[in-house]
């Protein structure tokens, strides 16, 4: 089947005049990149056409009023059509992979389809129509821009078959017609008839559209944008492309020279085989491509010359601009996919990314896939660029800062191994430890619970001292100033690879893109304007002026009417926006809900804090001795499993409920909405992910008080303490099994699992309408194989779980030397999974342009900063490492560390116990000890904090001031030495500004020569001559024609031809004398 049209003028004059130019106005693609033009033209359409509830009838009877127009005056139109009709072909089921290029073309085999627009018909909806039925009433036709062989007019006109050029048949159909009497809901009728505006209005921007022969089930409009469209709209955009001048780059001389072939040499089996991938010392000029200077571009095809990602992104720029105001007055596909008109819009894949027979030419997904996503690649670098063409700069940038933060793991990840290896090696020398284990010196310890414990002897945690001295030593405090100043030397990197990223992809100088609004932000604010008009016009109506029976405005009313009226017609309309008054209902839910959130989160905690308090008291009251022994590790194993699966579920609830909160603020744009949605998110998971691990670090035990005077919970449980080792233990089992449990449950199993159940339940829905493809044995297209991919739903995932596992590298890397090593072995496996669901799973985003990864940067940045003083306040208040100090420099006798575990134990007197809480079994122990800095119960300050205790926190305070001070400095430094933009990103640049300031004076001065050679010629042909006889003036070649004048100018009619270069102005700015036109070679210059 074929859609075809009825000519323009008959279109238009089935509308209001002032409706038919709004349409016109948006439809073109010049006319939509101002913000103030596109709300000018929209309240141009509110006040032509006004809120219209019943729509679908206004509409239906002029598309019916529009079909008759077309049938009588078909035959007397002279418009810019011609006599014929083009056609959209709509292809049958006999067209297989092979006529089309496995799918990626129209059915002529020769034309891109560069954009899919998936909608589901109903299964009671036909689209076909058979030769002689009668055209339903709401028929709208519209004409293709595609160059189709024509059929029969008249047959065409009648509803007759066609044969399609890439030989399915081809039948004509009308935008989203149903076919014969059948009925269809409302909903349906209104949907079909926005689809209708929407593709009318894509043809008339010059899209070239494709259709599949479906009677129900998905179908698919293909798009297709052909060469001017393309120019024009690269133009807009600013796309800039290379050009024939190019340089060579300067090479580095003497020891750095060999220093980089050495390097290169032994990179080169780490390097993907990416074919076509430029490793010269050649790079071409690029410059924002011109209709005006196609001169200057290496134009060797015009289907190549844009690539598959241009061409995608060029169709959506003009998909989110396109508008329909006849029907929903809403633009862009967003919006329509909002809505439900279409379910969704993508472009496509470059073919399949199985290789089936090796000597066959691969295509960039299918190199992305052998070299890229695939586990057996995990030792080579990515192919950055390729990723960058393929996906866009967006995407590229985010593969590439994962790279980055990969690579600077590896040097961080062998200093915590050092870390730990020095902890391993001096375990069995460390004097506090060994202490701890000497049963000899029978430190008898105070009971760990009330009634039921009984008194115990420090040398049982013998294990526990041990263990924490493998990650709370003398290096530690080396690993944390290290990862402080690891974290600044990141983000320097990153920023100079970011630099040289923009260089290399021509991302330098450009603009940010306009946005449109988002489809929620319309609709609000659809409201609030019918709104104002309704209470307009309740006001009008009670303040009318009184009339004669005529209708006739009497007196002094009618000379105020006309005042008024000259006044507003004076008078600008204000561009109608949401304020802070529509959205303060959504701030005030915001900062409600994310409280909200803060107390369900600390609720989760205290909930665990509650579990291991209570179960320890119950296990310290078995009778199982062997079960008593272990009371504090099953705790806190399974106290931190709560912990993690607390963790998961809250994360996916706060995602949901972030994405809702910010829906509720009402943005503006999709990067408002983006960056609001990522804080809010960022806030939320932060607090959750590490809200346990700050009570461990900071709150555990400091709140539990001493013997015989302790802090009770719900009056009946004792609040925890720390462990004899200290809290830097507990803290290290903590973080390594939240972030190992969140990497590979979280950010592994769910990324697989998930995706693949969620494509086994789609594959369950469509196998109904399988099975009938089966029957009718057709093969998939590619846009079926897309379509049953999942949608592509953003980077903020992808970005968030990076950003969370940042901060338990950098936040507390003091209590877990090891977690660089994890978060090391975790992004190796996590860069080859994004990149299989980038390649596989997912449907090929829109390449969009990005000069930096946005907000990302700030929050590592941020965070950065922050771990300073997280590590500081760890070291200080978490470990023993201040104490030592204090104890080594200021009470030890011997200046060694011996008598450091006494020194910290205060003594209690067993009498002292409150009744019910003393042990049952107290024999003859009367003083029992406890770790704490106290006054002994035989000082006449008992029980008071002693003057170690305040030498201490003295101590602990005076070191997170300088270590913090410390580190900033460093920190600045290191900012301050690398600079920002490399030295040779510097010197190209300049030296491309300089090539490019050149190359346009060159051609200034071809201009100049042109014109001097003018003149010498019309001095010899002419000579004494001023008058310009008629009939003897010079052809000028049209906007778009080809020059030279000759055979090309000729093919340039159709539009497809290069856009000629605008020398001059006039000839007549520098004389009046004009040579007659020759048919010699003399006369054959370029047109100016």
């Known amino acids: 089947m074929a859609l075809r049209r009825s000519p323009p003028s008959t279109f238009a004059e089935s509308w209001t005049n002032g409706a038919a130019r709004v349409s016109t106005v948006l439809s073109e693609s010049s006319s939509i990149h101002s913000d103030a033009l596109y709300h000018v033209t929209r309240d141009m359409s509110y006040s032509i056409l006004g809120p219209q509830p019943e729509k679908e009838e206004v509409w239906a009877e002029e598309s019916q009023s529009l079909l008759t127009k077309g049938e009588n005056n078909e035959m007397h139109n002279s418009m810019q059509t011609s006599t014929s009709e083009d056609k959209i072909p709509v292809v049958g089921p006999t067209s297989s992979p092979q006529c089309n290029k496995e799918g990626l073309y129209f059915s002529d085999g020769r034309r891109k389809v560069d954009y899919v627009l998936v909608f589901h018909q109903r299964r009671h909806s036909s689209i076909r129509s058979p030769a002689g039925t009668s055209v339903s009433h709401d028929r709208l036709s519209i004409v293709s821009n595609g160059n189709f062989r024509q059929s029969v007019g008249s047959h065409s006109a009648a509803g007759l078959g066609g044969e399609a050029p890439g030989g399915g048949n081809v039948d004509e159909m009308e935008l989203g017609f149903a076919g014969g009497n059948e009925p269809t809901e409302p909903a349906d009728h209104e949907m079909r008839l926005i689809r209708q505006e929407f593709e009318a209005n894509l043809l008339e921007a010059g899209l070239e559209i494709e259709r599949d022969r479906e009677a129900h089930g998905p179908s698919f409009t293909r798009l297709h944008a052909p060469w001017p469209v393309l120019c024009r709209e690269a133009e807009f955009l600013k796309i800039k492309v290379p050009t024939k001048t190019s340089y060579e780059l300067k090479e580095e001389s003497g020891f750095g020279s060999s220093m980089s072939n050495v390097w290169r040499k032994l990179n080169q089996p780490f390097q993907p085989k990416v074919p076509q991938q430029d490793h010269g010392r050649t790079k071409f000029l690029s410059h924002c491509f011109s209709r005006d200077k196609l001169n200057m571009y290496n134009i060797t095809s015009k289907d190549t010359f844009f690539d598959n990602a241009t061409r ?141 414990c009984d008194f115990w002897q420090l040398s049982t945690a013998c294990g526990t001292a041990r263990a924490s001295h493998l990650f709370d030593n003398p290096a530690t405090v080396f690993f944390a100033i290290f990862m402080s100043l690891w974290a600044v030397l990141f983000l320097e990197h990153w920023k100079r690879r970011q630099i040289s990223l923009s260089f290399s992809w021509d991302l330098t100088g450009i603009e940010e893109d306009e946005e449109h609004p988002r489809p929620r932000y319309e609709t609000i604010l659809l409201k609030k304007r019918q709104r104002k008009q309704k209470n307009k016009k309740q006001k009008k109506k009670k303040s009318e002026p009184d009339k004669r029976e005529d209708g006739t405005v009497t007196g002094k009313d009618r000379w105020r009417q006309k005042l008024l009226s000259a006044m507003a017609a004076g008078v600008p309309t204000a561009i109608d926006k949401l304020t802070w008054k529509d959205r303060l209902p959504g701030y005030c839910i915001n900062v409600s809900s994310i409280l909200f959130m803060f107390g369900l989160t600390f609720s989760a905690v205290f909930g665990v804090i509650v579990y291991r308090i209570a179960v320890s008291a119950l296990m310290a009251m078995s009778p199982d001795p062997e079960t008593k022994s272990n009371v504090r590790v099953t705790v806190t194993a399974t106290a931190v499993i709560i912990n993690l699966v607390v963790i998961l579920i809250l994360d996916e609830i706060y995602g949901a409920v972030a994405v809702w909160l910010t829906e509720l603020e009402i943005p503006k744009t999709e990067t408002n909405f983006e960056e609001r949605l990522i804080l809010k998110a960022f806030l939320l998971k932060f607090m959750n992910a590490y809200a346990p691990i700050f009570y461990v670090a900071f709150f555990k035990g400091r709140f539990a008080g001493r013997p015989g005077n302790y802090v009770y919970v719900f009056n009946d449980y004792r609040m925890e303490e720390c462990a004899p080792g200290g809290c830097l233990i507990e803290l290290c089992i903590q973080l390594s099994i939240i972030m190992l449990g969140k990497q590979l449950i979280q950010n592994n199993i769910f990324e697989i699992g998930i995706p693949k159940l969620k494509k086994l339940v ?144 205060s ?15 107290s024999g003859d122990i009367t003083v029992c000890r406890y770790k704490d800095y106290r006054e002994p119960p035989w000082s006449p300050d008992a029980y008071q904090f002693s003057k170690h205790y305040w030498c201490v926190l003295a101590a602990r305070l005076a070191f997170v001031i300088l270590f913090q001070n410390l580190v900033m400095f460093l920190s600045l430094v290191v900012a301050w030495v690398i600079p920002d933009v490399p030295k040779t990103i510097v010197e190209q640049l300049k030296r491309e500004k300089k090539l490019l300031v050149d190359v346009f004076l060159r051609e200034e001065k071809e201009k100049f020569q042109l014109i001097q050679s003018l003149f010498a010629k019309d001095t010899t042909l002419q000579p004494g001559s001023h008058v310009l006889h008629p009939g003897q003036g010079l052809s000028i070649p049209g906007r778009y024609s080809t020059l030279p004048p000759g055979p090309t100018q000729a093919s340039a009619g159709d539009g497809g031809g290069p856009r000629a270069r605008c020398r001059a102005a006039s000839f007549s700015q520098f004389s009046r004398k004009i040579p007659p036109l020759n048919e010699n070679e003399n006369s054959k210059h370029t047109a100016v």
């Open 907 to 921: 003594y209690f007197n067993v009498s002292s116990l409150k009744p019910g809480t003393a042990p049952q079994n």
């Open 762 to 905: 789609r594959a369950l829905k469509n196998k109904g309408s399988a099975e009938e493809e089966r029957d009718e044995e057709r093969p998939p297209q590619q846009w079926n194989l897309d379509h049953a991919l999942a949608p592509f739903e953003g980077l903020t995932p992808e970005y968030m779980e990076m950003i969370i596992q940042f901060g338990f590298v950098s936040l507390f890397v003091a209590s877990f030397p090891l977690a660089p090593l994890f978060a090391l072995l975790n992004n190796v496996i996590e860069i080859r999974l994004d990149a299989k669901k980038f390649v596989t799973e997912l449907r090929r985003p829109v390449a969009i342009r990005a000069k930096d990864i946005g907000i990302w940067y700030n929050i590592l940045s941020g965070m950065g900063k922050f771990s300073v003083i997280i590590n500081a306040f760890v070291i200080s208040f978490t470990s023993d490492f201040i104490p030592r100090l204090v104890y080594q420099y200021m009470y030890s006798q011997s200046g060694t560390m011996h008598g450091f575990i006494d020194h910290t134990l």
């Open 312 to 452: 995608g992104r060029v169709v959506y720029e003009i998909l989110r601009r396109t508008v329909c105001v006849r029907t929903c007055q809403t633009i862009g596909i967003s919006t329509l996919i909002a809505k439900g008109v279409y379910d969704a819009a993508f472009p496509l894949h470059d073919g399949d990314y199985t290789v089936v027979e090796q000597d066959e030419e691969r295509n960039d997904r299918q190199v992305l896939h052998e070299e890229w996503a695939r586990y057996s690649a995990f030792y080579k670098y990515q192919p950055i660029d390729l990723v960058r063409k393929y996906f866009g700069e967006k995407i590229g940038l985010y593969f590439a800062w994962l790279g980055v933060y990969t690579q600077l793991l590896i040097p961080a990840s062998i200093v915590g191994i050092i870390v730990f290896g020095y902890g391993v090696a001096t375990v069995d020398t460390n004097i506090p430890s060994l202490e701890m284990c000497d049963e000899r010196l029978n430190f008898t310890m105070c009971p760990l619970c009330d009634g039921a």
